[in-house]
């Protein structure tokens, strides 16, 4: 995942501790409970903060202070994805709580199902497939119950009676017509009118093109990242933006993202850590994408932090033209010992720059400030939360990974959920073709899958060049697949590399073929169960998995080297030859770093949409009936742990305690009415 992180923090702290810290081990227990709760496609989990409890007294209240602003942007994102969504969401919730009526209906579980649906998506699209979540309830319903509540319990908007309300969400709900996508990515068509996200309104994909590409300067060897904070929309007929800043547009909330940074800045670890976090303070108080850049570049060489944080307008996979930033949060802190292996790969950077598979003038010269590590994820907020990733790599911005560096994370407590929930689910036996590859999946699955993100954040994202005068949005829609096919080809490319068993990342020269398989068989197989029948691929990462295993299985074909094969009325991935297939990955990567660097839209266009959009229907199908026979959710989300500060008598703070009780909806209806402040719509 190309992200943008804002890892803040030290282990080098000068401040004095005033609680002892226990030696005793913190983890999880054999009663510790991952799962949570299970809805539509859905599977919600919770993860264990390993280590939290013997943190120092001063980096717990530094993570509770940014858990804090974490939270506060939640209604951000919400607003983002649809004007709509605060409206749907706040009278969904009235409803739920306020409700007296008969709640062992068949319409009132699809109506618990459907507010639980939109509280993981952050909104009433799909947090992965973008399609509208449509509502199994009926609209003479849903108006039912609206009205049967108390008006004054009910937050309608502005003042608006019920019918006003409703008037105004039930086409947006109920008409399937209505924002079907909340983002488009359809060729040939205007993907800005297209789409039901909030970055745009009234404007077309050419009018805001035509507004962004007027402000650049194509001799401009450090461009900010033109649009990234702000909506775009039509002002006495001239566009314009509105941005996203103290003041502006969503003020209430960044308000108060402010009041908790500047708390966590007051214990902040070393003064380079509170210059980074002030920093932060002062774009959200201007705006100015400048002052972004120039808090980006103070946080990239910050390389001795502990406790970290990312906040802000951040990953554009949700904008269709791929500029504007959904806000974001992830608080964390450094796995010493597992960040080993990560600083290992970071020490080679230069290494593996140098003997990449691509033309040598797309390489650079020197690698510069590469870091990595694993890191415990201590809170989830924004475009992190319910749904996380499991890596990340910042900053995004191209000249200044080129002349500053970047860093990479591996979030290693979200990964061991996921593999604790998913112990003996029967997938691995109802989709490999042999026990060879169940026995290779056991052996080294977690280990190459982590090594994987590692070596796709860490490397894959951080390597390459532009050429001089190449725009860094020349891909437009389909820079963000693209970006992510790269450095996931890297990833692989270099996972059967020697080297790795040299360094004592891998134990042996079989290990990387547990990954290969796979990544194979996830992108042209099993990743269909998050697609509903007779869609398309949308997602970035959906497409860049797509286009990936297509290509190979296509270009590989004559050598069969690999195969989609058929046994006892199924289909199955069958790698005939893993050394060839790391010939194959190292071609395709050779290609996708030319397009890359060169700018060359048509032909980053057509790869997309050639291997990574369309779907085989009929293996679809089959894929569909052989997962829901295992009774698994292909989807998971997180609650989150909740903190608390513990004073005296005085105020003073004397230890931040962590618990993990709160349930999905208790955690929802809570972060509604604690961290929600903006108006109805925007």
Request: with cysteine; glycine share 6%.
């Amino acid at each position: 995942m190309l992200s943008t992180l804002f890892l803040l923090a030290a282990c080098t702290g000068n401040k004095s501790e005033t609680a002892q810290t226990s030696t005793e081990p913190d983890v999880a227990d054999s009663t510790f409970n991952y799962k949570v709760d299970r809805f539509a496609d859905i599977e919600i989990l919770r993860y264990y903060v390993s280590g939290f409890k013997n943190l120092p007294l001063a980096q717990k209240e530094l993570i509770y202070y940014l858990s804090q602003a974490a939270l506060e942007g939640r209604d951000i994102l919400f607003d983002q994805h649809n004007r709509y969504n605060l409206t749907i969401r706040r009278v969904c919730e009235g409803v739920y709580e306020n409700y007296m009526g008969d709640k062992s209906s068949e319409d009132w579980k699809n109506f618990e199902t459907y507010l639980k649906q939109i509280w993981m998506a952050n909104g009433i699209h799909h947090h992965y497939s973008e399609d509208k979540i449509m509502p199994k309830f009926s609209q003479d319903y849903f108006v039912s119950i609206v009205k049967s509540v108390d008006p004054g319990r009910m937050p309608f908007r502005d003042g608006m009676a019920a019918d006003e309300t409703l008037n105004e969400i039930l086409p947006v709900m109920f008409d399937a017509k209505v924002m079907p996508k909340r983002m488009s990515q359809t060729a040939g068509t205007d993907i800005v009118a297209t789409s039901a996200v909030n970055f745009y309104e009234g404007v077309t994909q050419k009018e805001v093109e035509d507004f962004y590409n007027a402000m650049k300067d194509p001799n401009d060897n450090t461009p900010v990242s033109y649009g990234l904070n702000s909506k775009v929309v039509k002002v006495d007929g001239q566009v314009t933006e509105q941005v996203w800043k103290l003041g502006g547009m969503y003020d209430k909330a960044i308000a108060r993202i402010i009041g908790w940074l500047e708390k966590a800045a007051n214990v902040a670890e070393n003064d380079g850590q509170k210059e980074i976090i002030n920093s932060l303070i002062a774009f959200y108080q201007s705006g100015d994408l400048k002052t972004f850049d120039d808090y980006s570049v103070k946080w990239v060489t910050d390389t001795v932090s502990r406790v970290d944080f990312i906040n802000g307008f951040i990953e554009t996979y949700t904008d269709p033209l791929g500029m504007k930033g959904s806000w974001e949060s992830l608080v964390n802190f450094k796995s010493e010992e597992a960040s080993k292996r990560t600083q290992l790969i970071s020490d080679n950077a230069q290494w593996f720059e140098d003997n990449s598979p691509i033309d040598n003038k797309f390489k650079k010269e020197e690698v510069k400030g590469v870091s990595a590590k694993v890191i415990t994820a201590a809170i989830l907020g924004g475009d992190c939360y319910p749904a996380t990733p499991i890596g990340i790599n910042l900053p995004n911005a191209n000249w200044i990974r080129r002349d500053h560096g970047s860093k990479s994370v591996t979030i290693d407590n979200i990964t061991d959920a996921y593999a604790q929930a998913s112990l003996g689910n029967g997938f691995n036996e109802e989709f490999m073709w042999s026990d060879a590859e169940r026995e290779l999946s056991k052996k080294y699955g977690t280990l190459t899958d982590n090594l994987h993100t590692d070596l796709h954040e860490c490397l894959g994202h951080g390597s390459g060049k532009l050429l001089p005068g190449v725009d860094g949005d020349a891909l437009k829609a389909y820079g963000s697949p693209l970006e992510e096919t790269r450095a996931d080809l890297f990833a692989l490319y270099y996972l059967a590399d020697p080297k790795l068993v040299e360094l004592g990342l891998l134990p042996d020269n079989e290990a990387y073929k547990a990954e290969y398989y796979k990544y194979i068989m996830n992108g042209a197989m099993t990743q269909l169960t998050r697609i509903q029948p007779g869609k398309d691929i949308e997602q970035a990462h959906m497409r860049n998995r797509a286009l990936i295993s297509n290509w190979v299985i296509e270009n590989g074909k004559a050598d069969k080297v690999v195969e989609l094969a058929q046994r006892d009325g199924k289909t199955y991935v069958v790698v005939n030859d893993y050394t060839k297939l790391r010939v194959l990955f190292a071609q395709l990567l050779s290609e996708v770093q030319r397009i890359k660097s060169e700018g060359d839209f048509e032909a980053g266009k057509k790869l997309v949409e050639t291997y990574a959009v369309k779907v085989n229907q009929a293996l679809h199908k089959e894929v569909l009936s052989r997962y829901e026979a295992l009774n698994l959710a292909p989807y998971k989300g997180f609650v989150n742990p909740v903190y608390k500060l513990v004073t005296d008598d005085k105020g003073k703070v004397t230890d931040v305690t962590i618990s993990y009780d709160e349930d999905y909806v208790t955690q929802q209806l809570r972060y509604s009415k604690q961290y929600s402040v903006l108006p109805l719509k925007n």
